[in-house]
C-alpha cells in the first residue's frame, strides 16, 4: 500500500458572499479509517462535506485548497466527472433521510438506480442486487420491503435504506453527515454499528460528521474539532478526551453531562462556555477568544496557528500549546475531572476509561 | 400529599384505523421541591403524557391531582387557577413564542391574563425576571427571531416562571441545543429551581442528561412507566431489559467498536404487542411474556419494576 491517504483535504475554504464558513481547514483520511469532524451549529462541518460532494449551493466559492482523491482534486473535477465520481467512488448520507428520498418511488427502485446508472445492470439484476444490499443493511424480509416507499418505513430504515443506496457501487469513501442525529438511541447503536461493519467489510474511508461526543469517541479513529469555520484540534479520540488540549475542548468535554456520570445537578452547576457562537463574528484572531477564560490581548491580534502538539496531535491555541512540541499542562476551569499528567498520556493512546 | 399525583392516567387518541394509546394506564407523583425525570423514546408517549398533566391534551380516563384536588375533569375556567401552578417549557422555544409580540408583552400576557398586578407592577416583575434568566433588559423591546436558541429558551423558561408556579414540565428543554449552550440552559433550570422552590418534570430522550439533572427516573415504554427508581439506584442496577438496553445504546469510549444494540424498531402504538409491550425486543422474554403483562411492582425499596423476569 502506497503512502498517499485515500482523501487529503489542504487548506479548503468555502466563501459566501458575506462571510466564509469554513477557513483553511486540512485533514486527511485512510482507506478504512474513520475520521469525524466534530462542532457545534455554525462550526462549518456540514458544509465540508458539501464542499467535498461539490454540492455546495450556487452562492458558494471555493476560493482555494485541495481536496485530493485519487491523485485527482475533486475541487477541480469538472461537473461530468464529479457526477461519476458521485454515487461510485464516494458516497454521502445525511441526517434526515426521508427528504433524501424520493417518496414516490419504492426503496428497491432507488438503490436499483444507482446501480443502472453506475454499474450498468439490467433492470433485474439490480432488482437482486437490491435486495441482497437490503440484507447486507439488515433490513428484515428484504424480498418484501424491496417494494415498500419511504413513508411506509421507520426513521431507522430509512436510514438503512440510504446506506444501501450510498454503498450499492462500494465506494472507497462515505461522507456521514450526522446519520444517526434523528434517530433515537437504541437505533442509533444499530446504524452506527452497521456503518463500521461496512467499513471494515469495504476498507472504506469515512468523513464522519456529527455534534456528538460521545459518538467520537466510540467510533472514531482521528478526531478533527471545529469552531467557526476553523480547525481547532486534531487528535487520536483516547488522547482527546484524556487530555483536551484546546479550550474549546475542554469547555465541551466539561459541559457535558456523560463525561461525569456521578456528577448530579444538587452537587453544583456544569461548567459552561459562556456566551454563544455568535460572538466569533468579525473576529480578527482566534474565533473562541470571546468565550475563552484563557484568552490573551494576543489571542485577538491574529489567528493561531495550528501546532504540533506531539504524534498525531494538532491545536490552534498559543496558550495551552505555546511553542511546537511543548505541551503545557494547562487545564479550563472545571475541565475534565480526573485527567491524567501529560506525559502519560501520549503512552496511553486508547484510554478507554473515561465516559462521555 | 403529593404536589402531583397521577393515577392510572389514559391519553388516547381516536384515529380512523383504530386506537392510539399514546398514554395507557399511568401512575406517578412529583413530591415538592423534586425533579422526576421521564425518560423514553419517541413514540413512547412521553410527551402526550406531559401535554395531558397540563391539560393540553385531554385524558381519556384516571387522575390528575393537584394537591389532592382531581383537575382531569375540570372546564377551562376551573382550570384556570391551576394553570398558574403548573407550566411548561417546550423543546422548540422559537415555535412557542408570538413571532409578532415583543419579549416584554409575551413575558407580560399571562399576568395580564390572570388580572395580576397594575401595569407598574407587571413591568417590575417582567424585569426582575429577565434579569435573572440572564438576558439584558433591552431584551425586552425584541422580537423571538433576534434571538439565538439559547436566548429563546431563556425566554421560554421566563415565561413558565413569570406566574410562579410550583411545577414545570420541561419537555425536551435542551434537545435542540449545542452541548456549550445545553450545559448553561441546566445550570439556569437549576438556579430557578432552588430560588423559586419549584418542582419539574423533566421529559428527555437523553440518558445522560436525567443522569445529571433527576432525583427520580420513570422509563416509559410504548405508553407504559416500565421502570421507577431513585437517579442513583436506577443506574446501579437497572432492572428492566429495556432499561438496560437504553443504557447500552449510550455512546462510550470504554466500550469502542463493540455496541450491543436492540435489535427491532419501535412498535407502533396503535397496534401494540400482546403481553409486555417490549417482549418482541427482549433479549429475556420467554412463553409468559407474550401471554400477560406485567404490573410495575417494588423489588428494593424506591424501586420498581414492570417485568416478568427483572435483574436482581
Not at chain 1, 482534486?73 to 464516494?90: A, K, V, Y
Not at chain 1, 482521528?222 to 487530555?243: D, H, I, K, N
Request: proline fraction near 7%; aromatic fraction near 4%; hydrophobic fraction near 40%.
Amino acid at each position: 500500500m502506497s503512502n498517499t491517504p485515500l482523501l487529503e483535504v489542504r487548506d479548503l475554504t468555502v466563501r459566501f458572499p458575506k462571510l466564509e464558513p469554513v477557513r483553511g481547514l486540512s485533514f486527511s483520511v485512510e482507506a478504512g479509517e474513520t475520521v469525524a469532524i466534530v462542532g457545534e451549529s455554525g462550526s462549518g462541518k456540514s458544509l465540508t462535506a458539501l464542499a467535498l460532494m461539490r454540492l455546495l449551493p450556487r452562492t458558494a466559492r471555493i476560493p482555494g485548497g485541495q481536496a485530493l482523491f485519487g491523485g485527482r482534486d475533486l475541487l477541480q473535477l469538472s461537473d461530468r466527472e464529479m457526477r461519476r465520481l458521485r454515487g461510485r467512488e464516494i458516497a454521502m448520507i445525511f441526517q434526515e433521510p426521508m427528504t433524501s428520498l424520493n417518496p414516490v418511488r419504492t426503496v428497491g427502485w432507488q438503490i436499483a438506480e444507482v446501480l443502472r446508472q453506475h454499474e450498468g445492470l439490467s433492470a433485474k439484476a439490480a432488482r437482486a442486487r437490491a435486495i441482497e444490499l437490503l440484507d447486507v443493511v439488515r433490513i428484515p424480509d428484504p424480498q418484501r420491503r424491496v417494494d415498500d416507499f419511504p413513508h411506509h418505513l421507520s426513521g431507522g430504515m430509512r436510514q438503512r435504506v440510504m446506506i444501501a443506496i450510498a454503498i450499492a457501487c462500494r465506494p472507497r469513501l462515505l461522507i456521514a453527515d450526522e446519520p444517526t442525529t434523528a434517530l433515537d438511541v437504541t437505533i442509533q447503536a444499530q446504524v452506527l454499528d452497521l456503518l463500521d461493519r461496512l467499513r471494515r467489510e469495504l476498507s472504506m474511508g469515512v468523513v464522519l460528521i456529527t455534534h456528538d461526543l460521545g459518538i467520537v469517541a466510540q467510533w472514531a479513529d482521528r478526531v478533527v474539532v471545529m469552531y467557526a469555520g476553523r480547525e481547532v484540534e486534531q487528535a487520536l479520540p483516547g488522547p482527546l478526551f484524556a487530555q483536551p488540549l484546546h479550550p474549546y475542548t475542554q469547555g465541551l468535554l466539561a459541559a457535558s453531562p456523560r463525561l461525569r456520570p456521578d456528577h448530579h445537578y444538587r452537587d453544583g452547576p456544569l461548567t459552561e462556555i459562556r456566551g454563544n457562537i455568535a460572538s466569533a463574528v468579525g473576529q480578527a484572531g482566534c474565533a473562541f477568544a470571546p468565550r475563552c477564560t484563557l484568552a490573551r490581548a494576543s489571542c485577538r491580534a491574529s489567528v493561531p496557528p495550528l501546532l504540533s502538539a506531539g504524534a498525531d496531535r494538532l491545536v490552534a491555541c498559543p496558550v495551552t500549546v505555546p511553542e511546537p512540541g511543548f505541551v503545557a499542562n494547562v487545564r479550563a476551569p472545571g475541565a475534565a475531572a480526573g485527567l491524567a499528567s501529560s506525559h502519560a498520556l501520549h503512552q496511553d493512546a486508547h484510554v478507554a476509561a473515561v465516559r462521555l | 400529599m403529593s404536589l402531583l399525583s397521577v393515577s392510572d392516567l389514559q391519553t388516547h387518541f381516536k384515529l380512523p384505523k383504530g386506537v392510539l394509546r399514546a398514554v395507557d394506564g399511568v401512575s406517578l407523583a412529583v413530591e415538592r421541591g423534586e425533579t422526576v425525570g421521564l425518560v423514553g423514546e419517541s413514540g413512547c408517549g412521553k410527551s402526550t403524557l406531559g401535554r395531558t398533566l397540563l391539560r393540553l391534551e385531554q385524558p381519556t380516563a384516571g387522575r390528575i391531582e393537584i394537591d389532592g384536588e382531581d383537575i382531569s375533569t375540570l372546564d377551562q375556567k376551573a382550570l384556570r387557577p391551576y394553570r398558574r401552578r403548573l407550566q411548561m417549557v417546550f423543546q422548540d422555544p422559537f415555535a412557542s413564542l408570538n413571532p409578532r409580540h415583543t419579549i416584554g408583552d409575551i413575558l407580560a400576557a399571562p399576568l395580564v391574563v390572570h388580572g395580576q398586578g397594575d401595569a407598574a407592577e407587571r413591568q417590575r416583575r417582567v424585569e426582575s425576571l429577565i434579569d435573572r434568566v440572564g438576558l439584558p433588559r433591552s431584551a425586552l423591546a425584541r422580537y423571538p427571531h433576534e434571538f439565538s436558541g439559547g436566548q429563546r429558551q431563556r425566554i421560554g423558561i421566563a415565561r413558565a416562571l413569570i406566574l410562579q408556579p410550583e411545577l414545570i414540565v420541561c419537555d425536551e428543554p435542551v434537545s435542540a441545543l449545542d452541548l456549550s449552550i445545553q450545559a448553561q440552559i441546566l445550570n439556569l433550570l437549576s438556579a430557578m429551581k432552588a430560588d423559586f422552590g419549584l418542582s419539574y418534570l423533566f421529559i428527555s430522550h437523553d440518558l445522560s442528561v436525567v443522569q445529571y439533572f433527576a432525583d427520580r427516573v420513570l422509563v416509559m415504554y410504548l405508553g407504559r412507566i416500565v421502570e421507577s427508581a431513585d437517579r442513583r439506584s436506577l443506574w446501579a442496577l437497572p432492572r428492566h431489559p429495556y432499561t438496560r438496553a437504553l443504557m447500552d445504546a449510550v455512546p462510550d469510549p470504554a466500550r469502542r467498536r463493540q455496541s450491543v444494540p436492540l435489535t427491532g424498531d419501535l412498535p407502533s402504538p396503535q397496534n401494540l404487542p400482546s403481553g409486555c409491550r417490549f417482549h418482541p425486543r427482549c433479549p429475556k422474554a420467554t412463553a409468559v411474556c407474550a401471554e400477560r403483562e406485567p404490573v410495575l411492582r417494588e423489588v428494593a425499596l424506591g424501586h420498581e419494576v414492570a417485568c416478568h423476569h427483572p435483574e436482581s
